[in-house]
Nanobody, 115 residues
Framework: QVQLVESGGGLVQAGGSLRLSCAAS????????MGWYRRAPGKQRELVAV???????NYADAVKGRFTISRDSAKNTGYLQMNSLKPEDTAVYYC?????????WGNGTLVTVSS
């Protein structure tokens, strides 16, 4: 069993920054993929960014150049640094871990960007 706990969400003005964290615990394989997804009000959940255990990253076009995903494999913790935030970034952000070919999800953390 794997558990994911997100933290770091909150209210920020447009142009500001937030850093999300995702702490993973349980039976975690050394080869895995960690990611962040988000669900804005009235929209479907969408990919924000992913990072493999080897460090390869992929970003949604909407966040390229503003968001940075990283991880500390020794601590089984992932991060999402969000800069130059826009009101359209307002959403619940979910941490995801693809581990042993099973997708695990956190409960989400709310990010609200005011204009």
């Amino acid at each position: 069993q794997v558990q994911l706990v997100e933290s770091g969400g909150g209210l920020v003005q447009a142009g500001g920054s937030l850093r999300l964290s995702c702490a993973a615990s349980g039976n975690i394989f050394s080869i895995n993929r960690m990611g962040w997804y988000r669900r804005a009000p009235g929209k479907q959940r969408e990919l924000v960014a992913v990072i493999t255990s080897g460090g390869a990253t992929n970003y949604a076009d909407a966040v390229k150049g503003r968001f940075t995903i990283s991880r500390d494999s020794a601590k089984n913790t992932g991060y999402l640094q969000m800069n130059s935030l826009k009101p359209e970034d307002t959403a619940v952000y979910y941490c995801n871990l693809l581990n042993w070919n099973i997708n695990y999800w956190g409960n989400g953390t709310l990010v609200t960007v005011s204009s």
